[in-house]
């Protein structure tokens, strides 16, 4: 049973509205079930509707769902929609597992231990088919001393860095968490992580995880129980959980746990038992998720609720707060993020602006000899960053405000 706490959701839109109810269905009495029936006298802009489903990344979920109701209040155009993305996704995710096997089998040939963070196992293991969630990339997680193996391995296999990244500081590897690639022909993403998340509370190194890996089709290494739900919830409350998909994979992990007592202690040994709450907030409130007995009190944490309720205008709206040019939306988030900073990250946070940042070097070129002055010019360097960054949102603003005259 789910603990009453004053938490309070605003006006979403019906399209949204709709979406909730659909993944609520599985945990709704047979009342409330029955009741998206009346969804057939609301006025529904389908178009806002598939939207928002591309938003949240819920295409293939949400088809087979549709397709075993009898709603003909629903456009076929709308599932048929669904159904042929739904298809393009299950392509997809065999090319992504197939990739994801080579990759595991050509690491384990040069003696470099990975673990998957994601992609298509996450989808297996919660759905019970990688078909049913939509993967972007393959997040695999190496430890910090084979990151130059790996990245040479991944080079070596056909895959280009998708963005080239400084490297004069050693910066690089303690501010941020991964690399991105893409694979020149196959056009398959990897992340390739040296840390779980950034900027979320602490983490187990990697040593620890790989004591603790469970085993997927007798050779892929992939998260323990506690691990996949702390990576889970660090990693959607760092980007405001503004896609549903999200949420999704923590419901679907809560029926799976086998020893939340233990998992409530794992969370505040690592200083995320408030992300948890938040989390768990979300997932009971938004799709009616029952909630373990041992999670009842972070329902009622003072700290969990404020920063659920900040999280609400990400999930509300179709964009990427860390990547749209909404300058108030931005704001917004830099806010947030700092709400669910723990004083061990927010010291970190205050650090890696101080230090020397490698992109620096592409603001105002020194000689490897005089590198040593970046450390002088970095308040400069930075504020001219800022500045710049500034303009570039203003002109794209004025960009799309003549666009819509």
């Known amino acids: 049973m789910n603990q009453s706490v004053s938490f309070t959701l605003p006006a979403f839109k019906p399209e949204l509205k709709l979406i909730l109810e659909l993944l609520s269905e599985d945990h709704a009495s047979t009342a409330s079930a029955a009741s998206l029936e009346e969804w057939s006298n609301t006025d529904i802009d389908w178009a ?3 939207e928002y489903v591309r938003h949240h990344r819920l295409q293939p979920w949400l088809y087979v769902k549709l397709k075993n109701r009898q709603a003909p209040w629903i456009p ?13 996704n299950t392509i997809r995710m065999l090319q992504m597992a197939g990739e994801m096997s080579r990759l595991c089998d050509e690491f384990a040939a040069r003696s470099i231990r990975v ?16 078909s049913l969630r939509i993967s972007k990339d393959i997040d695999m997680l190496v430890s910090a001393d084979d ?3 790996a990245e040479h391995a991944l080079l070596e296999l056909g895959y280009e860095l998708y963005r080239e990244v400084p490297r004069i500081f050693n910066d690089w590897k303690w501010k941020t968490h991964h690399l991105a690639y893409v694979h020149a022909h196959s056009g398959i993403q990897v992340e390739l992580h040296w840390k779980m998340n950034q ?13 603790r890996r469970r085993i997927f089709a007798d050779s892929i290494a992939y998260l323990s129980e506690h691990d996949m ?49 938040q989390a768990l907030l979300l997932v009971t409130h938004l799709f009616k998720t029952p909630i ?15 920063i659920a309720h900040l999280s609400i205008p990400f999930i509300s709206e179709k964009m990427k707060p860390d990547h749209d040019a909404n300058q108030a939306f931005t704001k917004q988030f830099n806010s947030y993020l700092f709400s669910i900073m723990t004083l061990r990250t927010l010291l970190k946070f205050v650090a890696v602006r101080l230090y020397p ?49």
């Open 199 to 211: 900027d979320c509370g602490k983490e187990p190194d990697f040593e620890e995880l790989w004591s």
């Open 115 to 130: 673990i998957m963070l994601k992609g298509p196992v996450l989808g297996a293991l919660l759905y019970g088919d990688m």
């Open 76 to 88: 076929s155009s709308v599932l048929q929609v669904l159904q042929q993305e739904y298809v393009r």
């Open 48 to 50: 806002l509707f598939l």
């Open 147 to 149: 990151l130059e193996r």
């Open 229 to 277: 739900f702390l990576q889970l919830v660090q990693h959607g409350a760092r980007h405001g959980w503004f896609r549903l998909r999200w949420l999704l994979d923590i419901d679907r992990l809560l029926r799976t746990l086998t020893r939340p007592d233990e998992l409530v202690r794992f969370m505040r040994q690592h200083q995320s038992l408030h992300l948890a709450g």
């Open 292 to 306: 373990p007995d041992s999670f009842r009190p972070l329902l009622a944490d003072r700290r969990s609720l404020r």
């Open 357 to 405: 940042n490698s992109w620096d070097s592409q603001i105002f070129k020194l000689p490897r000899r005089l590198s040593f002055l970046y450390v002088p010019l970095r308040p400069f360097l930075w504020l001219w960053r800022r500045i710049h960054a500034f303009h570039l949102a203003a002109k794209e603003d004025k960009r799309l405000d003549a666009g819509t005259h």
